[in-house]
T-cell receptor, first 114, second 120 residues
Framework: DVKVTQSSRYLVKRTGEKVFLECVQDMDHENMFWYRQDPGLGLRLIYFSYDVKMKEKGDIPEGYSVSREKKERFSLILESASTNQTSMYLC?????????????FGSGTRLTVV | AQKVTQAQTEISVVEKEDVTLDCVYETRDTTYYLFWYKQPPSGELVFLIRRNSFDEQNEISGRYSWNFQKSTSSFNFTITASQVVDSAVYFCALSPSWGNSGGSNYKLTFGKGTLLTVNP
């Protein structure tokens, strides 16, 4: 069964901490995405990546960075966590071009910053 | 720019009722894909359907059916004889199809979702 795996379901961090959210996919997908989901705001794209070492900003990149050193792994980094980054974070992957059939999502990481 | 509107924020029904979730989209692309995803309380978004813009046939899968109307830019989702297990947030999404829009053809634009609660 193909999967996108996020390393933690629940995470509690302190304000100012550096936070790493990890995402791994086993489908050999070129494209990977990070979204955050908040009540009333839906899904908002933070960053995405088309290939290894490649990244592009989404709609709300401020306060975040990403790393993609290997094709299967896409990390979201909160350089200095703040309470307004308390949210559900969703990772997704997809194949490109003619193989595109939508996204496969991970189970999400619910991050609380205190 | 692409936009997806799900006007219904929350819907509550009693088990066995039929329910329709509305989705209206905007795009300048001549070809595009439309999607529906289900997000149960566990959190993971689950793919339900992809529809190509040049295929306007309605689709039925068990208790689920989708009505795509290009003329009104709508892609509505109906659950027949709803069950408690259908309780979830449902997202409609849109992307350019392959070959459109260069590098952006991999990005989905999501609606804000509709929370469906099916009561026993």
């Amino acid at each position: 069964d193909v999967k996108v795996t996020q390393s933690s379901r629940y995470l509690v961090k302190r304000t100012g901490e550096k936070v790493f959210l990890e995402c791994v996919q086993d489908m050999d997908h070129e494209n990977m995405f990070w979204y955050r989901q908040d009540p009333g705001l839906g899904l908002r794209l933070i960053y995405f990546s088309y290939d290894v070492k490649m990244k592009e900003k989404g709609d709300i990149p401020e306060g975040y960075s990403v790393s993609r050193e290997k094709k299967e792994r896409f990390s979201l980094i909160l350089e200095s966590a703040s309470t307004n980054q308390t949210s559900m974070y969703l990772c997704a992957s997809s194949a490109p071009g003619q193989r595109f059939y939508g996204y496969t999502f991970g189970s999400g990481t619910r991050l609380t910053v205190v | 720019a692409q936009k997806v509107t799900q006007a219904q924020t929350e819907i509550s029904v009693v088990e066995k009722e039929d329910v329709t979730l509305d989705c209206v989209y905007e795009t300048r692309d001549t070809t595009y894909y439309l999607f529906w995803y289900k997000q149960p309380p566990s959190g993971e978004l689950v793919f339900l359907i992809r529809r190509n813009s040049f295929d306007e046939q309605n689709e039925i899968s068990g208790r689920y059916s989708w009505n795509f109307q290009k003329s009104t830019s709508s892609f509505n989702f109906t659950i027949t004889a709803s069950q408690v297990v259908d309780s979830a947030v449902y997202f409609c999404a849109l992307s350019p199809s392959w070959g459109n829009s260069g590098g952006s053809n991999y990005k989905l634009t999501f609606g804000k979702g509709t929370l469906l609660t099916v009561n026993p």
